[in-house]
């Protein structure tokens, strides 16, 4: 075998170990595409202060991600006593507009239960619960936040 034979050899070998090295590294795995997009996902993104009584209100609002947000809307539980339907029970549901950002004027509670809901599904929020509706059927996503401490 001659010198030349040799040194392409060596080459191709260490060719083939770095670009092995290269690929399965740390680096470029995080660059690579996840293999499954993030499913359905609500997120709280401005919390309400802590407070009870049917004359405090203030304002809750987040973004909704992975759904089309025009199949969707959002069902929120303010936490006193047990957990109450928001903003009224008669219009439990909150729509989210095109950009998958959503907001409402609440009742204020100790916790925030924020729930994405395909709609059209038949999903009927109870008025009051001692228990949160699982992420399950037409309940798509869920956010839990406690209220913010006043400052």
């Known amino acids: 075998m001659s010198n030349e034979t ?5 080459f191709t070998q260490i060719g083939c170990t770095v670009l092995l090295a290269i690929s399965t590294s740390p680096l470029a795995m995080a660059q690579q595409p996840p293999a499954n997009p993030p499913g359905p996902q609500v ?5 309400p202060p802590a407070g009870g009584g049917k004359d405090r209100t203030d304002a809750i609002a987040g973004t ?22 928001q903003p009224l029970v008669d219009t ?5 507009d095109d950009e998958g950002k959503w907001d409402a004027d609440i009742h204020l509670g100790a916790e925030y239960a924020v729930f994405l809901i395909k709609r059209g599904a038949g999903y009927k929020p ?20 406690k ?3 006043a400052e």
């Open 6 to 10: 040799v040194t392409r050899r060596r």
């Open 126 to 145: 109870p008025a009051t619960t001692k228990r949160l509706p699982k992420v399950e059927g037409a309940v798509l996503a869920m956010a839990l936040v």
């Open 64 to 85: 909704v991600s992975g759904v089309k947000a025009k199949d969707c809307q959002i069902v929120i539980f303010s936490k006193t006593d047990q957990w109450y339907v």
């Open 147 to 149: 209220a913010k401490k």
């Open 43 to 47: 997120k709280v993104t401005e919390v």
């Open 92 to 96: 439990p549901f909150t729509d989210i």
